[in-house]
C-alpha cells in the first residue's frame, strides 16, 4: 500500500485506548463531544442545575440572594440623600427634613445679654407637620395673604400641630444649671404674656428633670417638641427629661419664637413665609 494512503488511513482512524485490567476499548472524546457538540453539529443540551432547598424557598418568595455579589444593581437599594440647611451666623447645620417627616421652616440664633455683649447661646431649626399646619391655616384664612400676618402666627402657636424646636448650643461654657434658669426664665416671661400672670411651677417642669450631671458642649443637641393633644416633650442630649400635658405650656413655649417679642425676629419672618407656601 503506497505510504500516502497508508498515512490516510492512520490519520481517519480514532486512537483507541485500552483498559489495562480489562481489556476493555476505552472510546476517547471525539473533538466535537469535547465542545460540547453531538454527532448533528448542534450543541448538546445541558444538564438541569438542581436547586437545593432554601433556594427554591427564594425564588418562590421573591427574596435576593444573601450575597451581595448575586443582587442586581438596578435592584440593590439607594440611600436617600439628606439635605442640610446653614445658620450662617453660626455655621450649625440643620437636616431640612426629619425621620418622622416634619420640615424645617425656619433656622435662627438665640443670644443673651452679658455685660452688655450678646452671647450666641445656641441655633435652632424650627420644624413642623407642614400637612397638618396647611389644613388648619386654610380652614381659616381661605387663601393665601401677601405676607405673613400675626393672626397665621397665632393659629399656628394656639394650635396642637406637631412642631419641634432643635436647638444646637455653640456656646462652650454652658451647665446644666444655667440653661435650665435661662429657660425657666424665658418660658415663664412668655406664659405671664399669654395669662397675664406668672406660673413658675408650670414653666419649670420642662427642664425641672434634666439631670446637672448632662455635660452641655459645643454641638450638643435639646429637642423639645409638641406633641398633638399639647404635650411638650423634652430631650437633651438624646434622652427624654420631661413629657408635660399643657395646652399653655405648649402655646407659651411655640410663642417664645413666634409671638410678638420673639427670641429671632429673622427665623420668624422665615417662618411666616413659608406658611404662605403651604397654601
Known amino acids: 500500500m503506497p505510504t500516502s494512503t497508508m498515512d490516510d488511513l492512520i490519520s481517519k482512524t480514532e486512537m483507541i485506548e485500552i483498559e489495562p485490567t480489562t481489556g476493555v476499548a476505552i472510546k476517547a472524546e471525539t ?34 440572594p444573601i450575597d451581595g455579589d448575586h443582587v442586581p444593581k438596578e435592584e440593590e437599594k439607594k440611600e436617600e440623600k439628606v439635605h442640610f440647611e446653614t445658620e450662617p451666623k453660626t455655621g450649625v447645620t440643620f437636616p431640612v427634613k426629619l425621620d418622622d417627616g416634619k420640615q424645617l421652616n425656619a433656622v435662627g440664633i438665640r443670644k443673651k445679654s452679658m455685660l452688655g455683649i450678646g452671647i450666641k447661646i445656641y441655633s435652632f431649626g424650627l420644624y413642623a407637620d407642614n400637612a397638618r399646619l396647611k389644613e388648619i391655616l386654610e380652614s381659616r384664612f381661605g387663601k393665601a395673604p ?15 400641630a406637631g412642631m419641634r424646636v432643635r436647638l444646637v448650643i455653640v456656646f462652650s461654657n454652658l451647665t446644666m444649671t444655667r440653661v435650665r434658669k435661662n429657660f425657666d426664665e424665658g418660658l415663664g416671661a412668655s406664659i405671664k404674656k399669654l395669662t397675664g400672670g406668672k406660673n413658675d411651677e408650670l414653666a419649670k417642669k420642662v427642664m425641672g428633670e434634666a439631670s446637672d ?60 413665609m413659608s406658611l404662605i407656601t403651604l397654601f
Open 146 to 160: 401677601t405676607k405673613p400676618t400675626e393672626a397665621m402666627y397665632q393659629s399656628v402657636i394656639d394650635s396642637d
Open 31 to 64: 473533538p466535537r463531544e469535547e465542545k460540547g457538540l453531538n454527532a448533528t453539529g448542534e450543541k448538546s443540551a445541558e444538564e438541569p442545575k438542581i436547586e437545593t432547598a432554601e433556594e427554591e424557598e427564594m425564588r418562590n418568595s421573591g427574596k435576593q
Open 213 to 272: 450631671d448632662i455635660k452641655l458642649t459645643s454641638g450638643s443637641v435639646v429637642e423639645i417638641s409638641r406633641l398633638p393633644g399639647y404635650i411638650l416633650q423634652t430631650k437633651v442630649v438624646g434622652e427624654v427629661v420631661s413629657k408635660v400635658e399643657s395646652e399653655l405650656l405648649c402655646r407659651a413655649f411655640i410663642n417664645m419664637y413666634l409671638g410678638d417679642d420673639p427670641f429671632d425676629k429673622e427665623a420668624k419672618d422665615r417662618f411666616g
